[in-house]
């Protein structure tokens, strides 16, 4: 079992920065995959990033792309989202998920297995 909080959100103006933190409980938390998606009011949840348990392979919407960075510190049991020029259409709540999955791309929210109750993110434009 791994239990997972993020934390990090907050109200910015367009443009600005926010870094996301995932934190995982347990040792078993450094062997997962872990992926953040988000949810904007009225829209289906939508994959942002992801990264494999050793932090070899990153991968991002490309929405997001040269904008965020998924990066983890397995010692710390974190993971983080960096986000760079921020814009109101990236307000959402965003969610951390771990996943057990040796896929490519780990963009598909079957593939977690583990999820955290999410992190608000309001971009004022």
């Known amino acids: 079992q791994v239990q997972l909080v993020e934390s990090g959100g907050g109200y910015v103006q367009a443009d600005d920065s926010l870094r996301l933190t995932c934190t995982g409980s347990?040792?078993?938390?450094?062997?997962?995959?872990v992926g953040w998606f988000r949810r904007a009011p009225g829209k289906e949840r939508e994959f942002v990033a992801a990264i494999t348990w050793n932090g070899g392979m990153t991968y991002y919407a490309d929405s997001v792309k040269g904008r965020f960075t998924i990066s983890r510190d397995n010692a710390e049991n974190t993971v983080y989202l960096q986000m760079n020029s921020l814009k109101p259409e990236d307000t959402a709540e965003y969610y951390c998920?771990?996943?057990?999955?040796w896929g490519v791309g780990l963009s598909g929210p079957s593939e977690y297995d583990y999820w955290g109750q999410g992190t608000q993110v309001t971009v004022a434009g």
């Open positions: 347990g040792s078993a938390f450094m062997s997962y995959a």
């Open positions: 998920a771990a996943s057990q999955s």
